[in-house]
């Protein structure tokens, strides 16, 4: 058995990606480091409780001297990095949580695994190695892999099978999951591929392209064998309330305005959870080591798109008829929409947006009426759009849903979610 350490699973990606890794995986146990942030609940890991290859600790990836005891008690010989502070508008407000977290924790996590890894610069530890070797020889592959290959103590196992990706995770790896922000903002054309110069333009996307830089430094100095991926906007379910599309489908189920920044026409590239759980699982099982690689959904959409194709979803599945009449005016339907934009300027955070509801109840005939755009934040990322062909192309993964499969699986998953609220 092989102990991976993950941290941030109490969230939304990682709490997806556990359950999908226990299940594949049956010769790994998982150790799952959350601090439990207002964004981590173990709700969203119940259906792994009981797991005997599943254990849950709660503690700061900060705290160097619990990420260490953490490594020497499980003896950790693999790390999936998912834990960050991710929301733009926090990160507007209290960017030092950010730096702390995203580039400190990533830090400490990091330093930790190099010294327990490995002896020196390019040397990793005699005992990793001689696992890697025995894996190896035992090999059912006709020796394409570096099969009959031996490491010495002393060689340079920064360049071990580099040409043979099978070869690289023998030895301990440390996957960094981070972001498309990293790359800054596109104009109408054009896609992020893996040498796109970093441009980070909020104090989100320059946290995590630090954090990338240490990563990738650790490889370059020290012979770490490192992966990072780079993903677009991820949806599905466990997403936590506060984001674009939960909120939208929140807001509508309770007859509140759904905010939509400026003028609505930002876009992104959307990517399932489980398609990105699927992609991690690939490059930190066959990346080469050192490597970036983005993964995207190929489904570009403004956020007038997203709020219509799920209003539209929502009128079929939860049709108004059935419904009451909302309260969502204060005087007359006249006034609706001043009335919304009005109490949404009120408030910064689109996921606490227009939360109170007025005094005069209206009826509407579709979700899309309570549409309502805000004032746009600072530093607004125009349009995000990755290009996956890498590791389409070299590891072979392919996004199993698009847009319109994908939302109706996340819509239904949360219609069950707030079913007390219909």
């Known amino acids: 058995m092989k102990n991976i350490l993950l941290t941030g699973c109490a969230g939304f990606i990682g709490s997806n990606f556990v359950p999908y890794f226990l299940e594949k995986y049956p010769e790994y146990n998982l150790i799952n480091l959350d601090l439990l942030t207002y964004a981590g609940n173990l709700e969203n890991l119940k259906e792994v409780d009981g797991n005997p ?3 849950f600790i709660k503690g700061d990836i900060c705290n160097r001297e619990l990420v260490e005891f953490i490594f020497n008690e499980y003896d950790i010989q693999g790390v999936v990095h998912f834990a960050a502070e991710s929301h733009v508008d926090n990160s507007i407000k209290n960017p030092g949580v950010f730096v702390q977290t995203n580039v400190n924790g990533t830090f400490t996590l990091i330093d930790v695994a190099y010294k327990y890894w490995m002896d020196a610069p390019f040397k990793y530890k005699k005992r990793f190695l001689e696992t890697a070797t025995a894996s190896m020889k035992l090999s059912s592959d006709g020796g394409s892999h570096c099969k009959e290959q031996s490491y010495s ?7 071990h099978c580099e040409e043979h990706s099978d070869a690289a995770i023998l030895i301990p790896r440390f996957h960094h999951i981070s972001t498309d922000e990293v790359y800054g903002t596109l104009g109408e054309n054009g896609l992020f591929t893996e040498l796109t110069p970093y441009a980070p333009n909020s104090p989100y996307s320059a946290s995590k392209a630090g954090s990338d830089m240490i990563v990738r430094a650790y490889h370059e100095t020290y012979g770490m064998n490192t992966v990072i991926t780079n993903c677009s906007n991820n949806y599905g379910p466990k997403q936590h309330d506060e984001k674009l599309i939960p909120t939208i489908i929140r807001n509508a189920l309770v007859g509140n305005p759904i905010p939509i920044y400026g003028d609505g026409k930002n876009i992104r590239d959307w990517l399932y959870v489980l398609d990105h759980c699927k992609g991690i699982d690939l490059v930190y099982h066959t990346g080469k080591t050192g490597e970036v690689y ?14 219509d194709r799920i209003c539209a979803i929502l009128d079929e599945k939860v049709p108004l008829d059935c419904r009451t009449s909302f309260a969502v005016t204060n005087k007359s339907h006249s006034k609706k929409q001043s009335d919304l934009s009005r109490r949404c300027e009120e408030q910064s955070d689109t996921s606490r947006h227009c939360e109170e509801q007025s005094d005069t109840a209206i009826s509407i005939s579709s979700y899309k009426e309570l ?35 994908g939302i109706v699986k996340t819509i239904e998953w949360y219609l069950n979610k707030y079913k007390k609220q219909l």
């Open 53 to 55: 290859r599943y254990k």
């Open 153 to 159: 103590e002393e060689q340079d196992t920064s360049s």
């Open 294 to 307: 983005n993964i995207g959904g190929r489904n570009e959409r403004t956020n007038l798109q997203i709020v």
């Open 371 to 405: 549409i309502t755009f805000v004032p746009d934040r600072a530093g607004h990322d125009r349009r995000y759009a990755i290009d996956a062909t890498k590791l389409e192309n070299e590891l072979l993964w392919r996004a199993d849903e698009n847009f319109e499969s």
